[in-house]
């Protein structure tokens, strides 16, 4: 069969045949290749939005701590105030009788 090939040249062909084969293969791969890369990039732009979603529901809910902290600061003061004043209410009531 080779002797056949060769007579007429089909060594040739088939070397061609295989560089054209290579260079197919070549591409598709280079094709994956870069589709991959541009998923790759979907993925981390996804990712960077995530991100940035999770950076502002953590601002947000650090700005409810503190507002929180403010309240309970605020409210213990008050009753502080209560406090004081209920204990003054208890002394004149004793000064009464």
Do not use: C, H, Y
């Not at 056949?4 to 054209?20: K, P, Q, V």
């Not at 529901?57 to 605020?74: F, G, I, P």
């Amino acid at each position: 069969m080779l002797s056949f090939l060769n007579d007429i040249g089909g060594i040739g062909l088939l070397a061609i045949g295989a560089l054209g084969l290579l260079f197919f293969f070549q591409w598709l791969l280079i094709r994956e290749t870069l589709r991959e890369k541009r998923n790759q990039s979907e993925r981390l732009r996804q990712l960077e939005v995530l991100v940035q979603q999770e950076i502002a529901r953590s601002q947000k809910a650090l700005s409810q701590v503190k507002n929180l902290d403010t309240l309970k600061t605020e409210t213990e003061e008050k009753l502080g105030l209560i406090r004081v004043l209920l204990e003054m209410m208890q002394k004149d009531s004793k000064k009464d009788p």
